[in-house]
């Protein structure tokens, strides 16, 4: 049996992980389009700031695995999943017998033509960072556009290198998809000490150029800042070009069914390129997170190995991080509407909001303490109706004995506890 899997991320390793100890004596064939074997993304900015050498972002793990072979920068071009072959960019055909689509996602830009072009950087792949850290090291400021988690990682790597650095948010708060307003602020101050400026409520209308070098940006408001490099980071828009001209059923991402094969039989798809559905609102959505995309690489190896597997669906929102020595963690719904119920808790130096629907727990944000975190997280995604505990979860006096004991509601019954 041939597996070809068409991506070199997470998703797609994780498949070939689990296609390799379900099926010994399967070939898997791994196509990357990066000249580089796999490595952590989500390390990046460390790479920016010189704390990590390339070496210390590859994978070792994965780069010997026996019985998979990569290829590196030999992007596929097309797919003939009728004939059950795709093409690579050099015209070489592959057959295979099962097909893995983990070919994630693309940053988005805003459709302003005066931004594009020397100075302005993305970033996802190792040759962005790379871009960013050689820019960086002949300039004086920078503008970062976008103030999500990828905005504010660069903009942190960026400072650390001791650039004057301004981010330049649309909404609110920071980090808007995980942080609510309240969280957001606290992040905007832990950033000022750092020496970060944060502008919220602001778009960037282009960059201003001399010579084709960047000299500073302007923003919707009008706004004119000195900078010498911008960084772009709002958003990412699933790779699905090459299932989309395969003829597969695409929404926002690919489609597939509970078992992540594609309307193509034989193809399965995997991580940020999937439209799924978020387990805690129950909407679809398009992931952008590293254990998302290891769960759904896993469960679609498993079934193109002959398993039988649904994918349980996942969090939109599921992320923990320290930024400049705070810590965060947000799961779920964390800007809920009028139809949920929110509980906030404030101490000194931490923040905690509890989202509930109905007698389910759906949402979850800390800052600072983080206690707790991994039972709130396993009730999210449990989804179970939890009345009982409703209180105690409020009060945080919810322990993880108890969620791990299932005969507590015994003990409760006869007034043991
Ligand atoms: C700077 C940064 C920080 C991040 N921080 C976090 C974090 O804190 N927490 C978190 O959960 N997530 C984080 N992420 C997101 C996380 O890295 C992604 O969700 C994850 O990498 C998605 O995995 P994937 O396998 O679906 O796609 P990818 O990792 O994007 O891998 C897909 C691969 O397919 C390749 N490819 C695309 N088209 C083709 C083609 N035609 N032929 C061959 N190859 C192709 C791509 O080049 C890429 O190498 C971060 C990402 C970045 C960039």
Same mark, same amino acid.
């Given at each position: 049996m041939r597996y070809v899997i068409i991506g070199d991320g997470p998703a797609g390793n994780?498949?070939? *992980?689990?296609?390799?100890?379900?099926?010994?004596?399967?070939?898997?064939?791994?196509?990357s389009d990066e000249a580089t074997p796999p490595y952590y993304r989500p390390l990046l900015p460390l790479l920016i700031?010189?704390?990590?050498?390339?070496?210390?972002l590859l994978r070792d793990?994965?780069?010997?695995?026996?019985?998979?072979?990569?290829?590196?920068?030999?992007?596929?071009?097309?797919?003939?999943?009728?004939?059950?072959?795709?093409?690579?960019?050099?015209? +070489?055909?592959?057959? =295979?017998?099962?097909?893995?689509?983990?070919?994630?996602?693309?940053p988005t830009l805003p459709p302003i033509a005066e931004l594009q072009g020397e100075g302005m950087f993305v970033l996802r792949k190792l040759t962005d960072a790379q871009g960013i850290r050689q820019a960086a090291h002949d300039s004086h400021r920078a503008v970062v556009v976008g103030g999500g988690r990828i905005g504010v990682k660069a903009a942190l790597a960026l400072r650390s290198l001791g650039l004057e650095?301004?981010?330049?948010?649309?909404?609110?708060?920071?980090?808007?998809?995980?942080?609510?307003?309240?969280?957001?602020e606290t992040l905007r101050g832990?950033?000022?000490?750092?020496?970060?400026? /944060?502008?919220?409520? +602001?778009? /960037?209308?282009?960059?201003?150029?001399?010579?084709?070098?960047?000299?500073?940006? /302007?923003?919707?408001?009008?706004?004119?800042?000195?900078?010498?490099?911008?960084?772009?980071?709002v958003g990412v828009r699933a790779n699905v070009g090459l299932a989309s001209a395969a003829g597969l059923t695409v929404g926002n991402g690919v489609k597939t069914d509970s078992q992540l094969q594609t309307s193509a039989p034989g193809v399965y798809a995997a991580g940020d390129m999937? *439209?799924?559905?978020?387990?805690?609102?129950?909407?679809?959505?398009?992931?952008?997170?590293?254990?998302?995309? /290891?769960?759904?690489?896993?469960t679609a190896g498993e079934n193109m190995a002959g398993g039988q597997v649904d994918y349980a669906g996942a969090l939109n929102v599921i992320n923990a991080m320290e930024v400049a020595g705070m810590p965060v963690v947000s799961v779920g719904v964390v800007n809920p509407t009028e139809d949920y119920e929110t509980y906030p808790h404030r101490s000194p130096g931490s923040y905690r909001k509890l989202v509930f629907r109905g007698e389910r727990l759906v949402g979850l944000l800390m800052v600072g303490d983080l206690r707790g975190a991994g039972v709130y997280h396993a009730l999210i995604r449990?989804?179970?109706?939890?009345?009982? +505990?409703?209180?105690?979860?409020?009060?945080?006096? =919810?322990? =993880?004995?108890q969620h791990l004991t299932p005969q507590v509601p015994v003990l409760d019954s006869y007034g043991v506890r």
């Open positions: 994780a498949a070939a *992980e689990a296609i390799r100890r379900r099926d010994p004596a399967g070939e898997i064939i791994v196509l700031e010189n704390k990590l050498t390339q070496d210390a793990d994965l780069h010997t695995a026996p019985r998979v072979t990569r290829f590196l920068d030999r992007p596929v071009t097309s797919i003939d999943s009728s004939k059950q072959r795709v093409t690579l960019s050099d015209g +070489e055909g592959l057959e =295979y017998d099962r097909m893995l689509l983990a070919t994630g996602a693309t650095v301004t981010v330049i948010e649309m909404l609110d708060r920071l980090i808007p998809l995980q942080l609510d307003p309240e969280a957001g832990v950033l000022s000490t750092q020496g970060i400026s /944060v502008m919220l409520g +602001e778009g /960037v209308k282009g960059l201003v150029r001399e010579k084709g070098k960047v000299r500073g940006a /302007v923003t919707s408001g009008g706004k004119q800042l000195e900078a010498d490099m911008a960084v772009v980071g999937v *439209e799924t559905t978020d387990i805690a609102s129950g909407q679809a959505m398009v992931s952008g997170t590293w254990t998302n995309a /290891v769960n759904m690489g896993h449990e989804g179970k109706d939890i009345s009982r +505990e409703k209180n105690r979860l409020i009060a945080g006096a =919810y322990s =993880y004995a």
